[in-house]
């Protein structure tokens, strides 16, 4: 094999700095890696018996490439490479080129296990998509999130980010901030660093905004900024913004001790909460269910403002049950709501009331009764 080695700091004029020669077994290199596979079964003059095949790197990847050439031999990398993240990293890029999966494998794992810095994780989110480089951009996903999760502390190195990390910030879990308006805020500010023209930066938005801001938990005040912003499209931003305050899905607690001391016809209720600009609360109620022993749990849905204009909201109840831990839609139904006004079921949920409250109830998960409402306007 002949091995040319090229300048790689002057990008116009790179030249050849030296040539090696090695020997080597074509039947190894087919053996470990796909593209030498090919090269040597393509019918060309590399396929040749006795040829000589000529590999072209550059300067700063000779290290790398030997390592690799040493990898198909002997299935290891030396433990100088194994303990330097860069030069895993230049290793784990030559193995993508020429397709030798099992070192890809080896370099991903040992990333994975050597500590991460900010530059080789953000060196991590620019390598090809491939299914072996999941574990690695993973690890980079949890150690951005983490090292960003207080997005008012880092918010101007977070807008010098590329969009890839920017995504992967905000959509983490672990992100801690105020409110969702922080978000969008956060959002815009990047947008417009990133994007200074103003048609590129309205392109970028339109395109992924709704990925990075959850529209509907924007406070009123904020989505009326959102309809007078130019950095998004007018259409657009009605779209959205419709969408938001048409929509709201609103999470309901209730203890188990609470529930146990419900007598029939008592209620406990939930606090206000907003569809657009119409507020209402959620009514839990112990009922008698005839005929038959049983009590019922009603859930009810219940308008609290001072409009006296009819709404019609679209509303489904559901429960949180075990053992599947997922919510089930119990009582959906569509009605029209005038001021103070409620509509709901008495019979969400029918059973002895002692057995609803049991330690094995299937609607207690950790001695909480979980409750959600879904709610949207009908034009």
């Known amino acids: 094999m002949q091995i040319e080695i090229f300048d790689d700091e002057h990008e116009r004029e ?27 079964s393509n019918g060309m003059k590399e396929s040749q018996p006795n040829s000589t095949v000529t590999i072209r790197i550059y300067d700063s990847e000779e290290d790398a490439f030997m390592e690799i050439l040493n990898f198909m031999y ?90 890839t990390v920017m995504e992967t910030v905000l959509c983490s879990d672990n992100v801690r901030v105020s409110s969702e308006d922080c978000v969008y805020d956060i959002a815009l500010k990047w947008a417009r660093k990133q994007y200074p023209r103003l048609e590129d930066r309205r392109a970028f938005l339109g395109s992924c905004i ?43 607690n209730i203890t188990i001790e609470a529930c146990e001391k419900l007598r029939v016809w008592d209620k406990i209720s939930s606090k206000i909460f907003y569809l657009g600009k119409r507020s209402f609360f959620l009514i839990a109620e112990r009922r008698k269910s005839n005929p038959g022993p049983s009590d019922s749990f009603g859930l009810f849905l219940c308008s609290n403002d001072r409009f006296s204009e009819v709404i019609i909201v679209d509303f489904m109840f559901a429960v949180k049950k075990k053992p599947e831990m997922n919510f089930l839609n119990l009582h959906g139904m569509v009605a029209s709501f005038k001021k103070n006004e409620s509509c709901g079921t008495d019979r969400l949920i029918c059973m002895l009331w002692n057995n609803f409250t049991a330690n094995d109830s299937p609607y207690f998960i950790d001695g909480v009764l979980h409750l959600k409402a879904k709610l949207s306007f009908i034009n």
């Open 74 to 163: 002997g299935m290891t990398l030396s433990s100088r490479a194994m303990k330097s993240s860069c030069t895993l990293f230049k290793v784990l890029m030559l193995a993508d080129k020429f397709e030798i999966i099992s070192c890809i494998e080896q370099c991903v794992q040992l990333l994975v296990d050597l500590p991460m810095t900010r530059e080789s994780a953000l060196l991590y989110f620019d390598i090809p998509m491939r299914s072996e480089y999941q574990p690695l951009i993973n690890e980079a996903t949890r150690f951005l999130s983490s090292c960003y999760e207080d997005l008012t502390k880092h918010l101007d190195e977070l807008c010098d980010m590329p969009v």
């Open 14 to 40: 790179r030249s050849l700095i030296r040539v090696k020669r090695i020997h080597i077994s074509s039947l190894v290199l087919a053996s470990k890696s796909e593209f030498f596979f090919k090269l040597f």
């Open 210 to 252: 709704t990925r990075l801001v959850r529209f509907p938990y924007l406070r009123c005040a904020k989505l009326r900024e959102v309809l007078a912003c130019e950095d998004l499209d007018h259409d657009f931003a009605k779209d959205v913004v419709g969408e938001a305050l048409f929509f709201k899905v609103d999470p309901f």
